[in-house]
């Protein structure tokens, strides 16, 4: 296990990190990283997985439609 | 014994991590000579997150839970704060480092959970408060050096700590208690072929503070450049001044504790993390920097490319070094004999090439040395990194036109720091109003987002805006002269031409050399 704690005596608890969650942490922790220090003219970054959207443009457009048509 | 928990916050989030904590394990490496149990939680290395913090303060029954480092760690530091009194309610939560000194008294109140901070430098008062909690008398009011919280919540300044006078009393740092590997790994950088090569570099130190009263810079309170004086509502305030207690370490002990870290830890390279090299050598009268050259020769501390006069490559031995220096105050045969010992790039503090401006800076620079600083620097082997700042008080399109037109004399790109007032220097004091102002009164907003330079926060240009500035800095990365001709015109042309920031007068600083206290020698670790 990685020596997190470094001293002249042992702690009285180990400390536990759960592995999994760790590495897919890092991942997506260090793709933002990565990918926010090389914004610039093409490259942006989306930071959201997820966005509800309710349609109602879609709606809006429509009734523009019918006035117009 | 006093159980302590040291925590080194997060610095620099969006690079990886490439300095030790430097006094954070100075420190534990003298609490552990008087006998406490010590672990450093090097959270900064680790970049592990919160939650794995929260299971750090769980991990024992800590008597001292202390936290601390430089201003722009401020946010990691409150929150930190927080999840220590929720998981270690019991420990005495202890603050140090450069975001208290700074500012005491607002630090207090913006983080209830602190219960004691360490002010200035710490070496003396660190073990002195362990050595009070483990006997368990909790009054610091006759400390010296700390702010305290009083059971009624309010906090309290003590008269300021006297440094230490010789340095060299001072043990090494607790390097084995740091993840070396991690800043092993993170070795490389770009500033010469030499850096770029490294695979076991080390931060050393050779001495504490400057002698010059750069407007922008500020020395910790470790120094003499730090006194407390009461206000006007009777309440201690931490001052800073032109005092100074120039000290640095002897020659033999940087040369031993390099070839220390060469012969246990196999190190190739040494950073010398001091402000500033050069003024350290000049108040040896020139002697300091030969006498560090000589030693690491005679002690086979030289890099094998300098001994035999050859290209650098990957198999080079010995220890190449870099620094910083100064542009008034280097000397060629000196930078010579550094660049034979192995010394790779030195950090110039230009700032700028207009000549009012340096007048008013404190650097003790002038254009002319500037610019000639370049030419002596590389003459001598090594690469000079200069340093552009934008944005000072006085800076105006004439200034920018001579900082550019000098940038392409000398072949520099640079994308220049954005003049920032950090705690504690003296233009903090001067635009503490108008920082406020362009902050909408919230004065702990604007420390929690201060970062790098690099970005902009509060202005004190008297001209430019933030906007302005951004554009300017693309302007002088190009040293594109027609774009800031443009930009002059137009200017003029737009805006009503008055003066956005002004500075002030402050009772936290004396623009004059009135030294803070220092011991007398003899002083055992
Ligand atoms: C190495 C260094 C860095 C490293 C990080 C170091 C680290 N691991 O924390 C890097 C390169 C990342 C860095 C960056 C910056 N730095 Co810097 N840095 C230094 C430097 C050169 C050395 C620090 C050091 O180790 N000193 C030696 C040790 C012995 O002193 P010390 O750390 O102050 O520790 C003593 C006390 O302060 C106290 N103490 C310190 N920590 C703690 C913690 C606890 C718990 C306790 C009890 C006590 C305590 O006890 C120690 C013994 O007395 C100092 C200048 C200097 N020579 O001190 C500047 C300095 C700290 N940096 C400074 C500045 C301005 C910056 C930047 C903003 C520069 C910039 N323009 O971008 C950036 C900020 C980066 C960011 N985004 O956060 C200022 C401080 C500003 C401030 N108000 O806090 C300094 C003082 C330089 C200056 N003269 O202006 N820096």
């Not at chain 1, 296990?1 to 005596?9: P, T």
């Not at chain 2, 503070?209 to 003499?224: D, P």
């Not at chain 2, 520099?412 to 007032?421: E, G, L, Q, S, Y």
């Not at chain 2, 956005?500 to 020698?521: C, L, T």
């Amino acid at each position: 296990m990685e020596e997190l704690l470094k001293g002249n005596y042992k702690v009285t608890k180990n400390i536990e990190i759960e592995a999994e969650e760790k590495s897919e942490n890092n991942l997506t922790i260090n793709f933002k990283k990565v990918a926010l220090n090389s914004i610039g003219g093409s490259m942006v970054y989306v930071e959201r997985n997820t966005l509800v959207w309710e349609g109602e443009e879609e709606a809006a457009d429509k009734k523009n439609e019918i006035k117009s048509s | 014994m006093a159980k302590v928990l040291l925590v080194n916050p997060v610095v620099r989030e969006e690079d990886i991590p490439r300095h030790i904590p430097y006094g954070i394990s100075l420190l534990a490496s003298i609490a552990m000579k008087k006998g406490h149990l010590v672990q450093i939680y090097d959270a900064n290395a680790w970049r592990k997150g919160f939650d794995v913090l929260e299971k750090v303060f769980r991990a024992d029954d800590w008597d001292v839970i202390a936290i601390g480092g430089l201003t722009t760690t401020y946010r990691f530091i409150k929150k930190a704060f927080q999840l220590a009194k929720k998981n270690s309610p019991k420990s005495i939560l202890m603050a140090g480092g450069g975001f208290i000194t700074s500012m005491p008294q607002d630090i207090m109140g913006w983080i209830p959970e602190i219960d004691l901070g360490l002010v200035g430098e710490a070496f003396v008062t660190f073990p002195e408060v362990l050595d009070k909690i483990d006997r368990q008398d909790f009054n610091f009011s006759s400390t010296t050096g700390v702010v305290f919280r009083h059971k009624n919540g309010k906090s309290y300044l003590t008269p300021a700590k006297p440094v230490i006078k010789n340095l060299d009393d001072l043990p090494y740092p607790a390097w084995d208690l740091l993840p070396l590997d991690i800043y092993f790994k993170n070795s490389a950088n770009l500033f010469s072929e030499e850096s770029f090569t490294a695979k076991r570099r080390m931060d050393v130190n050779g001495s504490l503070g400057c002698g010059l009263v750069c407007k922008y810079c500020w020395h910790l309170g470790t120094t003499g450049d730090m006194i407390v004086e009461e206000d006007k509502a009777g309440e201690n305030q931490v001052v800073f001044t032109y005092g100074r207690n120039i000290r640095y370490h002897s020659p033999s002990y940087i040369v031993n504790m390099v070839k220390h870290l060469y012969e246990v830890y196999n190190i190739d390279f040494a950073s010398f993390i001091d402000e500033n090299l050069m003024t350290m050598d000049a108040a040896s009268r020139g002697i300091w920097l030969n006498e560090i050259c000589d030693l690491w020769k005679e002690k086979g501390l030289q890099p094998t490319c300098r001994q035999k006069n050859i290209p650098h490559d990957e198999d080079c031995r010995g220890v190449h070094w870099n620094g910083t220096s100064h542009a008034g105050l280097h000397k060629f045969e000196t930078l010579k004999r550094m660049h034979e010992a192995g010394c790779t790039h030195l950090v110039y503090g230009l700032e700028s090439f207009d000549p009012n401006i340096l007048k008013n800076l404190g650097k003790g620079s002038t254009a002319a040395r500037n610019k000639s600083s370049v030419g002596i620097c590389l003459s001598s082997g090594i690469k000079p990194i200069p340093n552009i700042i934008l944005g000072f008080p006085e800076e105006t399109f004439d200034s920018i036109k001579n900082t550019i037109t000098a940038m392409k004399e000398l072949g520099i790109t640079a994308k220049p720091h954005f003049a920032t007032a950090y705690p504690g220097s003296e233009w903090y004091y001067s635009y503490k109003n108008s920082i406020i102002e362009q902050y909408e009164g919230d004065l702990e907003k604007y420390i929690a987002e201060l970062g790098d330079a690099s970005s902009i926060s509060a202005t004190i240009s008297h001209h430019f805006t933030g906007v302005e500035l951004i554009g300017l800095q693309e302007i002088i990365y190009k040293k594109d002269l027609r774009l800031l001709a443009l930009a002059e015109k137009n200017w003029h042309r737009n805006r009503k031409q008055e003066q956005i920031n002004y500075p002030q007068d402050s009772i936290n600083f004396k623009s004059k050399s009135v030294r803070g206290p220092m011991e007398a020698e003899g002083r055992t670790f």
